[in-house]
């Protein structure tokens, strides 16, 4: 049959099933999973790659000076019977009944920090074609903002592409800041921009909104003009105040920590005013020499990026349970990549994708301090492998997203999670 003949015969036959013809169309019911009850999330972002085996799956000691392979730190037990953490994570080990450190995650991507932090904010591999939404970009794109007059998507640290809103367009972006002192950043008017000056900055912006739109798809330009009337917004007074951390009693702050607790504290405070998806980076000042990244002598101080974390997010848990928010508020604790057993010539490890861990805690999960097992080594996973789509999946549906729902990209359909599948036994 000629080709032009086939699609003769193809539209003839769907005008007859009553649908318009095209290859968008599909005729494939999508699966659907039960969905939990999250209405917000707090991802906190380890970057460098957090060593799994120096934290939520530890192993036999090692020795870095004799390069023995193995855990660095001695493990501890936690409140769920025969789960160990490190013992730079204390706090959290009391708590690990309402944690689950998912420690097989896996993925292919190359072990380089740029690919794998895409992947792991975005759940595909970097593409030529299609530029990715973020996982903060499409919750607020599905649920949208809690409330009225706040952002759906905060990113507290420096943002990146790889946060971003990519097909989705500039209203599922994100507002940012870079600490907690300053507020959000390109909110606040200078002091130097009158009234006048920036009435005639907005009437220069709407002369080349209405030329865009002669060259652009109204609705990107819309995206854009929504953006814009909401950062407005935001720049008054009433949202500002939730970054006035002062307010909040003194020992609650103190108990936080320093600037990474701080954030944390801030993220708490954005999801009472209703925003629905919050990035808190956890990299800052290189206390350790590398941060997360702990090759060489990084090694030597990573006990205190581990006690900085075990610290806040123990208090923000305990946190969010006093002001009845921890069912509905799913903290994910996510990084590029694990490390290996293995030490480098320097002491420290390299990089690891085969296995490593993410944890999630609060957002009504079923919780049992740990979810899968790895070998002796962490290196490859040996019960209940979770990739990369089901981990993202996972978090989806627990915040009333089916994963397995298409978004478009302009008339092309992209599947959310690329057939993710929750982890059963970690819904309610």
Not at 182 to 205: C, I, S
Not at 317 to 336: C, G, M, S, Y
Not at 403 to 426: S, Y
């Amino acid at each position: 049959m000629k080709r032009r003949r086939f699609f003769q015969f193809a539209g003839a036959g769907s005008l007859v099933l009553g649908r318009p013809f095209g290859l968008s169309a599909s005729t494939t019911p999508v699966a659907e999973f039960p969905l939990g009850k999250a209405e917000h999330c707090i991802h906190i972002w380890l970057g460098g790659g957090a060593a799994q085996i120096d934290t939520w799956d530890p192993k036999a000691l090692g020795d870095a000076k004799a390069k023995k392979a193995g855990s660095y730190y001695p493990s501890i037990e936690t409140n769920v019977p025969g789960v160990q953490v490190c013992e730079h994570l204390s706090r959290c080990a009391q708590m690990m009944d309402r944690i689950t450190a998912v420690r097989t995650v896996n993925h292919d991507v190359i072990d380089e920090h740029a690919a794998a932090s895409n992947r792991m904010h975005t759940g595909r591999n970097v593409s030529g074609t299609t530029v990715y939404p973020s996982i903060g970009s499409i919750v607020a794109h599905e649920r949208g903002a809690a409330a009225e007059g706040v952002p759906a998507y905060v990113v507290i640290g420096y943002p990146n592409f790889s946060r971003g809103p990519g097909f989705l367009g500039a209203k599922a972006g994100f507002l940012y800041l870079l600490d907690t002192e300053a507020g959000p950043a390109g909110l606040k008017r200078p002091e130097h921009v009158t009234d006048a000056r920036q009435a005639r900055r907005e009437e220069l912006l709407a002369a080349m909104r209405e030329s865009a739109r002669q060259f652009r798809p109204t609705e990107v330009v819309g995206g854009y003009d929504a953006a814009l009337a909401d950062s407005l917004a935001l720049a008054g007074p009433k949202f500002m105040e939730v970054f006035d951390l002062k307010s909040e009693k003194g020992d609650l702050r103190t108990a936080y920590g320093d600037e990474f607790g701080q954030r944390c504290l801030l993220a708490r405070r954005l999801i009472q005013r209703g925003v629905r998806f919050i990035e808190v980076s956890h990299n800052l000042n290189f206390v350790n020499g590398t941060g997360w990244d702990t090759h060489n002598q990084g090694q030597l101080n990573q006990h205190i990026l581990i006690q900085e974390l075990d610290r806040a997010l123990s208090t923000l848990i305990t946190d969010l349970e006093a002001h009845q928010l921890l069912d509905k508020t799913l903290i994910v604790v996510n990084t590029e990549f694990g490390r290996p057993a293995a030490f480098d010539g320097g002491g420290g490890r390299g990089h690891q994708g085969t296995a490593f861990s993410v944890v999630l805690a609060g957002g009504g999960l079923k919780h049992s301090g740990a979810w899968g097992i790895t070998d002796d080594e962490c290196k490859l996973p040996v019960e209940n492998p979770v990739g990369v789509p089901d981990l993202f999946a996972t978090i989806l549906a627990d915040l009333g997203i089916q994963p397995r729902k298409e978004l478009f990209d302009g008339d092309r359909p992209v599947p959310i999670t690329d057939q993710g599948t929750p982890i059963a036994a970690l819904m309610g």
